[in-house]
């Protein structure tokens, strides 16, 4: 492998595949359409997946860029049916809280078409769940090490789990309970860690309706500055 260095550090040649125009072209509405047949589903079958699995889509997401390299993140992988059962009692806890008294009249008429409520069983039927959890700071033998744009580098690692989710054909739905502080003390994380995003992942139920939302076009989503 050729190697060079700037400034002191070694940096390696980096080698991948490039394609034809065409063939970029092509490649790109492949990738496009593909991911367009993504969904959020809530009917997560009970079905085992295999924890290798779960470890690939891990480190799939880990490949996300972060701030300065600091891959501020740590994935909680949970197939522990207590402790699935426990952070469902949580959870639905707080959700029933939202859902009766924090959340606007505005919020949940904006939620009714999508057909959400405060119960949360797929946080204990699915297979696995996955708790991501963003690091504020480090924290190294006893000192803080600062981490840099952390709320976007874990989204984006996120935005990657979900797609790596996709790849292996199975369903997931960015689950957000608030306050989240709960998981935290279930999970037992450091002070340092704070929970991002709950994701349960497993197979799809048998037979699964989602609702019949459409995706806003190109025109409404981008600005082209030619
Ligand atoms: N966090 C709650 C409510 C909720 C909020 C939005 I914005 C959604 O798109 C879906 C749900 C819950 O998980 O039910």
């Not at 009766?100 to 797929?122: A, H, Q, V, Y």
């Not at 480090?138 to 797609?163: F, R, T």
């Not at 704070?194 to 806003?216: A, T």
Request: with cysteine.
């Amino acid at each position: 492998m050729k190697r060079i260095e700037i400034n002191g550090h070694s940096h390696i040649h980096y080698e991948r595949d490039t394609y034809t125009p065409e063939e970029a072209l092509k490649r790109s509405k492949e990738y496009y359409d593909w991911l367009d047949t993504r969904r959020t589903v809530r009917e997560i079958a009970d079905k085992p997946v295999p924890k290798e699995l779960i470890e690939n889509l891990i480190m799939a997401a880990s490949t996300a860029p972060s701030g300065a390299h600091k891959q501020p993140w740590t994935f909680c992988a949970i197939s522990n049916q207590h402790i699935k059962s426990e952070i469902r009692k949580a959870a639905e806890k707080e959700e029933r809280e939202s859902y009766d008294n924090r959340m606007s009249d505005r919020w949940l008429k904006d939620l009714e078409p999508i057909g959400t409520d405060s119960d949360k069983p797929f946080i204990e039927n699915a297979p696995w769940i996955i708790v991501v959890f963003k690091k504020a700071y480090e924290q190294i033998d006893g000192e803080k090490a600062n981490n840099y744009y952390v709320n976007e580098s874990v989204g984006i690692a996120c935005g990657m789990i979900l797609s790596a989710i996709h790849k292996a054909g199975l369903v997931t739905l960015t689950h957000t309970p608030s306050p989240m502080n709960f998981l935290t003390n279930i999970l037992e994380r450091p002070s340092n860690e704070r929970p991002f995003l709950l994701l349960p992942i497993g197979y799809p139920e048998n037979e699964v309706y989602v609702p019949d939302l459409v995706r806003k076009p190109l025109e409404e989503v981008a600005v082209f500055y030619e």
